[in-house]
DNA sequence: CAAATAGTGTCTTTTAGACAATATCCC
DNA sequence: GGGATATTGTCTAAAAGACACTATTTG
């Protein structure tokens, strides 16, 4: 409750740099004001919802707590933002240490901070999402590492937290930019067949789409072109394939 | 640099609530990780983008900063958050303290977090934006207040810190939301005019927009409903009053 | 030729956008 | 009647959605 020992600012009230005194009064921009609460300040971390499409349907990693508070319970992937890394680097190497994959669609979602939503302390987390191909992606096995799953993102079990509540904003959010970007190809492969691509949105959507309209919307719209190439799996006709092309008109 | 005193929270190593070390291994859930950064955390507060709608124009509220950095250049109102207080109640009392008023449209933007973007200290700032009509905004001008200020949305002086960055995608989030929701309808008062309805969008679109086919489109979307009123001011033909209709579809 | 997936076209409905004349009020 | 703003309808183009059959390959 002391006054805190300065650490590595020159804050002062006075000169060479005055601080306007805030918190009761009128206070500048938030990144100038003073009364700076050296001690108390809530803790702020990463969570990384990981989404992925497996076998056509849209899944998330998860780690199973194995203490308390919510132990048994699973939970999104998280960690404690470092004093010099950015949020984004945060949530890079979080999502590093959980998949090794570092170069992977990356979006902060949403800021989760209400006092009480982690019941030890004041916690303030930036969540991000990330989208991974299936194929990209291993999860951390080794004994003694937390036990990682992947859930099918429609049917969660409970989670810790309010983890639930981040997950329901999450799949919000990747169904609404599913239509207005395009985002859904960083879940393929350079190219790709036009089946593989329905499966992603179908996947995301958790519904069918129509072939037909499927397939006109996207090239109409000239979001993806066919390449010279084809592709064999099984015994019928192969299939184009096609690539994204990133100069199209976005809807 | 010295460690803080403690305060409110019972964190500890052990039991009886035991944390995993985090940050080099494999972390749980971030609401839960441990190596707690008890000094050396970033601090955390909001900013709050004041947007409102004045003579056809959309203006945001804009303090002048006194000192350095960035003295003399105008920044977006902000402040720390309180360690008890969440983040939404934070932007709350920001904006009673700039506006006088609490209860109002507000939305979470982003958080923006890069080390440096403050050169004093991390700061780590939630970015809210809040929609006020006009005539319930009125700007603290006592002596000794920080001096505040309006400025069209779309020519403003160079901004502190990110703050030009912040105002760049408050004004793509706004005009966004404006398509696809009835977020408009926070800048007017219960009963309004089909042209003032025009004149915000057409202020926050920043373009003209057709008349016939502005009304066709709100009235056959059900957003709007007339009620059984007009309005006379001038010496012309009285306007027809609408409301806003909650139980729309929102395409 | 059977099985399996790839590929294709039409019609209807809805939505978006361009465009100009009349209505109502006060003075 | 003049000045001022409110109100209204048609036509066209683009987009969305329902819907079923043919094409190509292997075994």
New binding site residues.
């Given amino acids: 409750m002391a006054a805190s020992t300065g650490a590595s600012t020159e804050i002062t009230l006075s000169s060479p740099s005055p601080q306007p005194t805030d918190d009761t009064g009128h206070a500048q921009s938030s990144s100038a004001s003073a009364e700076v609460p050296w001690q108390n300040r809530p803790a702020v971390a990463v969570d990384v919802v990981i989404l992925t499409v497996r076998e056509g349907r849209l899944e998330v990693v998860l780690v199973k707590r194995d203490h308390p508070p919510f132990e048994g319970l699973w939970s999104i992937p998280g960690g404690f933002v470092r004093y010099d890394e950015s949020l984004e680097d945060a949530a890079k190497r979080k999502l590093s240490e959980v998949t090794g994959v570092g170069d992977v669609y990356l979006e902060q979602l949403y800021t989760f901070g209400d006092p009480g939503r982690d019941p030890r302390m004041r916690v303030i987390t930036v969540v991000y999402y990330a989208l991974i191909r299936a194929d990209q992606l291993r999860l951390p096995e080794e004994p003694g590492s937390p036990s990682y799953q992947f859930c099918w993102a429609y049917d969660l079990p409970p989670l810790a937290f309010d983890h639930e509540e981040i997950m329901r904003y999450s799949l919000l959010r990747l169904r609404g930019k599913l239509e207005y970007t395009t985002i859904g190809f960083q879940l393929l492969a350079h190219e790709f ?4 691509l329905q499966d992603v949105y179908q996947a995301i959507l958790n519904r069918t789409l ?4 499927f ?3 996207l090239l ?2 000239r979001t993806v072109e066919p390449t010279s190439h ?1 592709r ?9 394939l096609f690539r994204f092309n990133p100069h199209a008109a976005q ?1």
Same sequence: chains 1, 2.
Avoid: I, L, W, Y
């Fill in positions: 067949t036009m089946s593989e129509d072939k037909r309209n397939r006109k919307k109409m719209m084809t064999m799996v099984g015994p019928h006709r192969p299939a184009q809807s």
